[in-house]
Each structure stands twice: as C-alpha cells, then as structure tokens.
C-alpha cells in the first residue's frame, strides 16, 4: 500500500505500515484483480460469441445471395470447430460448389475478429464499472485513462485468447484446436 507524496509527486510505502504486510496487500489486491479479469473476460467470451454467431446468422438470412446457407452456418462451425474439418471438407457436406462459398459464409477469420472486438467493448464496460465502484474512475472516465485502459485490455485479451485462436485457423490442415476461444465456441454450439 502506498501513499501520494505532495511534495515530490511520487507514491511512497506507507511507513505506519510493517513492509511484510504492504507487499501481502498488494500481492492480495493483485491476485484479486488477475482473477477478476479471468472471470470477466471469459463471460464476456462467452457474450460476445453469442451476440457474434447471431448477428452473423441474421445477416445471412437477410442475404440475397446466402439465405438458402443460412440455416447451415451452425453445423458449418460445428464441422470446423467440432470435428476440426477444413473450408475444402466442409462445401460438399453443406452442399456448397466450392471451398470458397464455405470461406464466405463461415468465415472463420472475420468471426474471430468480430468475437475479439466485442469481448473487448464488454471487457471495458465491466472494468469502467468496476473502477467506478472501487471509487478508482468517474463515468464516463477521462479520454486518456480510457485510451490506455483500452490498450492495455486489448493486450491482455490478446494475450490470454485471441493470439492463440488466430493461430489456429493460420495453421491450416494439421489445426489443434485446443485454445480457448475454440473451446468456448465449440460450447455454445453444443447448447444450440
């Protein structure tokens, strides 16, 4: 635990505290806000995937071109994520010509990219409550503090999913799909 020096303009250990228990509360606060984001991320995953699937399935519908392929979008990802088959794999078993209609209508990458955005936006808006609750951040916070804590989200999603999941669909044929952004899509598939 610190405190603001005035006079210097740096925090400083707070000195009516034993070091031993500064550096315990610190290292609890720390585990506590690493578990806090755990969670949070993860329910915002999960958020985002279904909020993403069903827009997706929702602009299929409303496609002049795709409708008739909206109805196999789920069992599309199914195959994909479920069974681990590749685009080429997947068009004969959905009745599509080719590996590129499949491309366009699964669209794998551009899921992931919508998926990554969302869980961000809903990551953000659950740590801006968080710091208003703790009294850390006024609504809405400083465009500054926004930017940065964004920045930092942005790493830590990253980091703890999204690289991992892009690297799995980069990997072509011999694909492991073990991250958890698969593990989490193949889930909410499963409950549909």
């Known amino acids: ?18 070091k ?26 999960e958020g985002a995937i279904a909020q993403a699937l069903n ?3 929702n602009k299929l519908t409303k496609s002049k071109n795709y ?9 599309g990802l199914q195959l994909y994520y479920g069974q681990g088959m590749s685009l080429a794999e997947i068009a004969p078993q959905l009745g599509m ?3 590129d209609k499949a491309r366009r209508i699964l669209n794998p990458g551009d899921l992931l990219h919508k998926i990554r955005m969302l869980t961000v936006q809903q990551l953000l808006d659950n740590i801006l409550e968080k710091a208003k609750e703790m009294g850390l951040t006024k609504i809405p916070p400083a465009p500054d503090y926004l930017k940065t804590v964004s920045e930092q989200i942005e790493v830590f999603a990253d980091e703890e999913i999204f690289q991992e999941a892009a690297a799995e669909i980069r990997a072509g044929k ?18 549909i």
């Open 55 to 57: 827009t997706h399935l």
């Open 20 to 45: 031993d228990f500064s550096n315990e509360a610190d290292d609890l606060e720390g585990r506590e806000l690493l578990i806090f984001l755990q969670e949070s991320l993860k329910i915002a995953l």
């Open 67 to 75: 409708a008739i392929f909206a109805q196999q979008f789920m069992t």
């Open 174 to 191: 011999n694909r492991s799909l073990d991250s958890l952004y698969a593990q989490k899509l193949r889930s909410y598939l499963e409950k």
């Open 1 to 18: 635990m610190e405190t603001y020096d005035s006079e210097t303009g740096n925090y400083a250990p707070r000195g009516d505290l034993p």
């Open 97 to 99: 010509s080719n590996w």
